[in-house]
T-cell receptor, first 109, second 112 residues
Framework: GQNIDQPTEMTATEGAIVQINCTYQ??????LFWYQQHAGEAPTFLSYNVLDGLEEKGRFSSFLSRSKGYSYLLLKELQMKDSASYLC??????????WGAGTKLIIKP | TAGITQAPTSQILAAGRSMTLRCTQD?????MYWYRQDLGLGLRLIHY???????GKGEVPDGYSVSRANTDDFPLTLASAVPSQTSVYFC???????????FGAGTRLSVL
C-alpha cells in the first residue's frame, strides 16, 4: 500500500528552528510537495522536491532523499504566524498526489 | 485574481438529500480535483479530471459523482447524502498531473 508518515504534532519556540520529517512508501515517485495549512483555511504550496538535496526558499528549506524515502521541512527564525499544519504529499507513478495526515506545529512565545 | 472559487462555504444537509458543491477556476488549468479532509486523516482524493470532458475515480469515490463539461467548472454531486459524508471538501486545480495544486477555500458540509 501507499503510505506517508509524519509526526502528528510538534511544539517549538518563537525564533527557534524546527524540522518536520516525512517518510513515504509509494508506487513510484514523481516529486514531493510540502503545503502549509492554517486552521480553517485551504492548503497553500510551500515547496517541491524531485531531485535529492536541499531546496531553500527564505526561512523555509526542504530536503529529499529518494533512496531513503525521506524528506524534511526546515523552518528557521520561527514566527507566531508559522503556527499551522504542514502537509507532506508525494506524486506517485499515476501522477496522483498521496497526502500525509499533516503535522500540527504549535509555536510558543 | 479569483483563482479557484468554491460554493457554498458551508452547508447543513439532511440525510438522504442531494447536493452539488460548486467549483470554478479562472487559471485555465487542465486538471481539477475534489478532496475531502477529515480530522486525523490526510486529504483523500474523491474524483479528478485531467482535462475537460474526462473524469476519474480517486481513493474514496463512492456516493459522489462529478462532471467536467468545460475547463473552468468541476461540480461535485452527492446524490443521497449520508452522515459519513460530513467533512470539509476542497477543490483544487493544477496545470498538469505533476504540477502544483492550488486549492479553493473549502466547503464545510454537515450531514445530519
Amino acid at each position: 500500500g501507499q503510505n506517508i508518515d509524519q509526526p502528528t504534532e510538534m511544539t517549538a519556540t518563537e525564533g527557534a528552528i524546527v524540522q518536520i520529517n516525512c517518510t513515504y512508501q509509494t508506487s513510484g515517485f514523481n516529486g514531493l510537495f510540502w503545503y502549509q495549512q492554517h486552521a480553517g483555511e485551504a492548503p497553500t504550496f510551500l515547496s517541491y522536491n524531485v531531485l535529492d538535496g536541499l531546496e531553500e526558499k527564505g526561512r523555509f528549506s526542504s530536503f529529499l532523499s529518494r533512496s531513503k524515502g525521506y524528506s524534511y521541512l526546515l523552518l528557521k527564525e520561527l514566527q507566531m504566524k508559522d503556527s499551522a499544519s504542514y502537509l507532506c504529499a508525494v506524486t506517485d507513478s499515476n501522477y496522483q498526489l498521496i497526502w500525509g495526515a499533516g503535522t500540527k506545529l504549535i509555536i510558543k512565545p | 485574481t479569483a483563482g479557484i472559487t468554491q460554493a457554498p462555504t458551508s452547508q447543513i444537509l439532511a440525510a438522504g438529500r442531494s447536493m452539488t458543491l460548486r467549483c470554478t477556476q479562472d487559471m485555465r488549468h487542465n486538471a481539477m480535483y475534489w478532496y475531502r479532509q477529515d480530522l486525523g486523516l490526510g486529504l483523500r482524493l474523491i474524483h479528478y479530471s485531467n482535462t475537460a470532458g474526462t473524469t476519474g475515480k480517486g481513493e474514496v469515490p463512492d456516493g459522489y459523482s462529478v462532471s467536467r463539461a468545460n475547463t473552468d467548472d468541476f461540480p461535485l454531486t452527492l446524490a443521497s447524502a449520508v452522515p459519513s459524508q460530513t467533512s470539509v471538501y476542497f477543490c483544487a486545480s493544477s496545470a498538469g498531473g505533476e504540477a502544483i495544486q492550488y486549492f479553493g477555500a473549502g466547503t464545510r458540509l454537515s450531514v445530519l
